[in-house]
């Protein structure tokens, strides 16, 4: 069964404090992703990555940055929180040749105070 | 730029009631579509996807889509809801075998028992 898998459900976290945010999958996927969910608004993508240290911008990427040093693993880094990240951060994952469909984590709910 | 649009944010259903969702995107060329659901506290899972052949596709749980390519439509229907399916729906669409997919909103469906 595929799997993608987030570092944690929930954090809290205080303004200004850098947050890690970590996103594992095991299908060997090439392309990975970050998105924040909010109510309304659906689901907006921040970055994305299709290959290893390899990154874009997505629609929303202030206040971001990611890394990809492993095929399976990439990670979301808010380098300085503040309260306007309050949010669920969903990551996704797929391959090549798969139509786009996406795979996704159980997301991680972050709160900054 | 491509978007796609879900009319309905909220639809609140009593059981057995019939159900109809609307997406619609705006982009002339090959598509895929998707319809991914979240029930409450669980991650966003697929529900049925459209790449080509017959446009009345079935999904998980007793959900179709049909796509009408003139209408740039695919619309999400249940013919008798149930309170489990209580839940938020996105429709996506990918754009020529691109690995991105394109959000709508969401809409929120809430089936009253």
């Known amino acids: 069964d595929v799997k993608v898998t987030q570092s944690s459900r929930y954090l809290v976290k205080r303004t200004g404090e850098k947050v890690f945010l970590e996103c594992v999958q095991d299908m060997d996927h090439e392309n990975m992703f970050w998105y924040r969910q909010d109510p309304g608004l659906g689901l907006r993508l921040i970055y994305f990555s299709y290959d290893v240290k390899m990154k874009e911008k997505g629609d929303i990427p202030e206040g971001y940055s990611v890394s990809r040093e492993k095929k399976e693993r990439f990670s979301l880094i808010l380098e300085s929180a503040s309260t306007n990240q309050t949010s669920m951060y969903l990551c996704a994952s797929t391959g090549w040749g798969s139509g786009g469909e996406q795979f996704f984590g159980p997301g991680t709910r972050l709160t900054v105070l | 730029a491509q978007s796609v649009s879900q009319h309905n944010h909220h639809v609140i259903l009593s059981e057995a009631a019939s159900l109809e969702l609307g997406c619609n995107y705006s982009y002339g060329g090959t598509v895929n579509l998707f319809w991914y659901v979240q029930y409450p506290g669980q991650h966003l899972q697929l529900l049925l996807k459209?790449?080509?052949?017959d446009p009345l596709v079935k999904g998980i749980k007793g959900f179709e889509a049909e796509f009408i390519k003139s209408k740039f439509s695919f619309n999400l229907r249940k013919p008798s809801v149930q309170w489990s399916d209580t839940a938020e729906y996105f429709c996506?669409?990918?754009?020529?075998?691109?690995?991105?997919?394109?959000w709508g909103a969401g809409t929120k469906l809430i089936i009253k028992p």
């Open positions: 459209y790449f080509s052949g």
């Open positions: 996506a669409v990918n754009l020529d075998s691109n690995y991105q997919l394109i």
